[in-house]
């Protein structure tokens, strides 16, 4: 049984650094593409970072690009997303999610999803 684990979320202020780690377990983590995708409050949930399967490229929304970090560990099964400069308007349940193929940014295409992490922002 595939299982993603969120966790490092929390209540932060505006400026703030955060990390949030993702467990993997039940999947041959290495072959798989992994996303961070957000949802905050009255909207839709949209794409945030990916790192490709394998030693892979990574990929950013614009919004986040130079504060965000994707990292992966294979050895360990573990996905990281390194927040700096968080504004409030990034204030979101953050989602780990797991994709069997090639780098996408559409939620559709990924096979599994974690359970979520609350990231507040405060101004």
């Known amino acids: 049984q595939v299982q993603l684990v969120e966790s490092g979320g929390g209540l932060v202020q505006a400026g703030d650094s955060l990390r949030l780690s993702c467990a993997a377990v039940?999947?041959?983590?290495?072959?798989?593409?992994m996303g961070w995708f957000r949802q905050a409050p009255g909207k839709e949930r949209e794409f945030v970072a990916a790192v490709g399967w394998g030693v892979g490229s990574t990929y950013y929304a614009d919004s986040v690009k130079g504060r965000f970090t994707i990292s992966r560990d294979n050895a360990k099964k573990t996905l990281s997303l390194q927040m700096n400069s968080l504004k409030p308007e990034e204030t979101a349940v953050y989602y780990c999610?797991?994709?069997?193929?090639?780098?996408?940014?559409?939620?559709?295409?990924?096979?599994?999803w974690g359970q979520g992490a609350q990231v507040t922002v405060s101004s």
């Open positions: 039940g999947l041959t983590f290495s072959f798989y593409t």
């Open positions: 999610a797991a994709r069997r193929g090639g780098y996408t940014d559409s939620q559709r295409a990924y096979d599994y």
